[in-house]
């Protein structure tokens, strides 16, 4: 694989996972946690819980994958 389309990739894969942490932060904001009507038929509904777990854990994943690839990148000693 040329060198371009590494670098391309890596870009992108930090790209959606930034984009994946960012909507982890703002979901338990956007929820109208009042009205059950509002997420019944979202992704991981009808329960409040699958909801954010349906939209928060891949930009937990996201976040451990980001750290780790960076911390051993940079060589960060674990303390």
Known sequence: MNEFAKKAGLFLGYL???FL???????????????PESYKHDWGGPTVVGVLLVHM???????IVIWGRLKRRHKIPNN
């Open 21 to 35: 942490i960012v909507r982890a932060i703002a979901e338990p904001f956007l929820v109208d946690y009042a009205h």
């Open 57 to 63: 854990l891949p930009g937990l994943v996201a976040l």
């Open 16 to 18: 959606l996972g930034v």
